[in-house]
């Protein structure tokens, strides 16, 4: 016999693993912000279905490996920026403004050290 937590856990494995071989035609859908601004970013937020949003690392960023395998789809250039602690299941996204969403390559004129950002890269300030 098997405990019933052990059963619940066998369960969720099988329902990541299933999950992961999704179709993009089956997968519920991910809800996309409009773009807005301020004078350094270019944001949008991105509501996941409850049922992927628990497939996502807990108490951290995502790296764009990491979002585009739960079925986030944008343009190049975009980071996973903050977590909403209340919305984990909203991802919060930014990038300078200007980047090219085709290569996302960031404007040479981005000054990193002016925006508080280290590298640009982690969305995690620089202290």
Known sequence: LTSP???????????????GQ???????????????????YEYRHVILPHDFARMTPKGRLLTEQEWRQIGVQQSRGWEHYAIHKPEPHILLF???????P???????????????VNNGATGIPAH
């Not at 937590?5 to 299933?18: F, N």
């Not at 930014?94 to 090219?100: A, E, K, S, V």
């Not at 085709?102 to 508080?116: A, H, I, L, R, W």
């Open 94 to 100: 930014r990038r300078p403004l200007g980047t090219d």
């Open 5 to 19: 937590s052990r059963e619940k856990r066998e369960r969720e494995e099988r329902e990541v693993a299933r999950r």
């Open 22 to 40: 999704t179709t993009q035609k089956d997968a519920p859908e991910h809800q996309y912000s409009e773009k807005y601004n301020d004078e350094i």
């Open 102 to 116: 085709q290569t996302g390559k960031v404007p040479e004129t981005f000054n990193t050290k002016s925006t508080g």
